[in-house]
């Protein structure tokens, strides 16, 4: 987990749905609300944020325990 987290993109993955369809942004500074959209082809980036998330929680709870 930190290995993928040195190589993972800078940044946060942001989920909102609008008339039943998922979009995501891509949050780069902490003062944006949602930030840049992303298309849902952009899967790379979508996934590589979306497994940031994943091993920063994970690495959270190792730590906690």
């Known amino acids: ?5 040195k190589k993972a993109p800078k940044g ?3 989920l909102s749905k609008s008339n039943g ?3 995501y942004y891509h949050k780069t ?3 944006q609300k949602k ?3 992303i298309s849902s082809k952009s ?3 979508i ?5 940031k998330d994943y091993d920063i929680r994970f ?3 190792q730590m906690s325990i």
């Open 1 to 5: 987990a930190e290995k993928s987290l």
């Open 12 to 14: 946060s993955l942001v």
């Open 21 to 23: 369809v998922t979009q």
């Open 29 to 31: 500074d902490s003062t």
């Open 35 to 37: 930030g840049k959209y």
């Open 43 to 45: 899967k790379k980036i």
């Open 47 to 51: 996934a590589a944020l979306a497994q």
């Open 59 to 61: 690495l959270e709870l």
